[in-house]
Antibody, heavy 120, light 108 residues
């Protein structure tokens, strides 16, 4: 069973870049069986899909964030990462990494989530 | 983008009662690519139902999903105290994947 764990700074200054990493266990980021996603949830609000990466380099991003987002994979560490640049207070949220299997679009496995606050 | 509208926003019921949660899509969802999640406070969402009506592994049979096209329902047949949390629907038929705004189930 896949297990996911987010890590990264909990506080980011406005206009800077938010960087998070998701460490994968119980599966390989290069397997081609899974799509590796990021999803966020502002405090007290609903869920927003940010994007995914699969097959080590193919990506799909939410158009609402596409100009600011990069998702990448580090095969040597079995991790995938999120970078969101030019952040504002509106990017304050709990960020989850999650996985879905090939040919399935629902998210079976989730990390515990990490709160990132954008503030000076 | 497909917009999902969940209703009601809050549902007040008692343990043992039946809950009916609705999710309506702004356009038809292909092949019933609709999932339901449960989220407890401070936790990640947990997959309950996928393909509109298929229960995920380990989910009690009091949870059931139905619907197609633009209208979907999550039914909880006999509410247990631990069921009084928030539920989200999600469509995965079209990119970007989108979620409903959630229904909060509260104890009456």
């Amino acid at each position: 069973q896949v297990q996911l764990q987010e890590s990264g700074p909990g506080l980011v200054k406005p206009s800077e870049t938010l960087s998070l990493t998701c460490t994968v266990s119980g599966g390989s980021v290069t397997s081609g069986t899974y799509y590796w996603s990021w999803i966020r949830q502002p405090p007290g609000k609903g869920l927003e899909w940010i994007g995914y990466i699969y097959d080590s380099g193919n990506t799909n991003y939410n158009p609402s964030l596409k100009s600011r987002v990069t998702i990448s994979v580090d095969t040597s560490k079995n991790q995938f990462s999120l970078k969101l640049n030019s952040v504002t207070a509106a990017d304050t949220a709990v960020y989850y990494c999650a996985s879905r299997m090939l040919f399935r679009g629902y998210f079976e496995y989730w990390g515990q989530g990490t709160l990132v606050t954008v503030s000076s | 983008e497909i917009v999902l509208t969940q209703s009601p926003g809050t549902l007040s019921l008692s343990p043992g009662e039946r809950a009916t949660l609705s999710c309506r899509a702004s356009q038809g969802i292909s092949s019933s690519y609709l999932a339901w999640y449960q989220q407890r406070p401070g936790q990640a969402p947990r997959l309950l139902v996928y393909g509109a009506s298929r229960r995920a592994t380990g989910i009690p049979d009091r949870f059931s999903g139905s619907g197609s096209g633009t209208d979907f329902i999550l039914t909880i047949s006999r509410l247990e105290p631990e069921d009084f949390v928030v539920y989200y629907c999600q469509q995965y038929g079209n990119s970007p994947y989108t979620f409903g705004q959630g229904t909060k189930l509260e104890i009456k």
